[in-house]
Nanobody, 124 residues
Framework: QAQLVESGGGLVQAGGSLRLSCAAS????????MGWFRQAPGKEREFVAA????????RYEDSVKGRFTISRDNAKNTAYLQMNSLKPEDTAVYYC?????????????????WGQGTQVTVSS
């Protein structure tokens, strides 16, 4: 059964860094567009970053441009979200998502496989 499992979340001070991982099983990640979304308490899930299935095109939400980087390691069947210069407003549960041969989509409905989420808390 296909599954995505996120890890790497935690508590970090403002200005710090975290790297989130999204390990895929049951699917070959090189054939999949990958997306990262986040959801803060009381808010809707929002787009953070995406990578198309070829791995050549990325897209970022404006507030994370220049701070976050999405990537994929096909050999490890794992996607990553490197987060630098973290701010308290980045605090949320972060989810990875995948879609077979998809584009770097920014909407949740474009993805059909989701992980369970990992908590990121940034203290001021």
């Amino acid at each position: 059964q296909a599954q995505l499992v996120e890890s790497g979340g935690g508590l970090v001070q403002a200005g710090g860094s975290l790297r989130l991982s999204c390990a895929a099983s049951g699917r070959t990640i090189s054939n999949y567009a990958m997306g990262w979304f986040r959801q803060a308490p009381g808010k809707e899930r929002e787009f953070v970053a995406a990578l198309d299935w070829t791995g050549s095109s990325t897209r970022y939400e404006d507030s994370v441009k220049g701070r976050f980087t999405i990537s994929r390691d096909n050999a490890k069947n794992t996607a990553y979200l490197q987060m630098n210069s973290l701010k308290p407003e980045d605090t949320a549960v972060y989810y990875c998502a995948a879609r077979f041969r998809g584009i770097q989509a920014t909407i949740t409905h474009a993805y059909d496989l989701w992980g369970q989420g990992t908590q990121v808390t940034v203290s001021s």
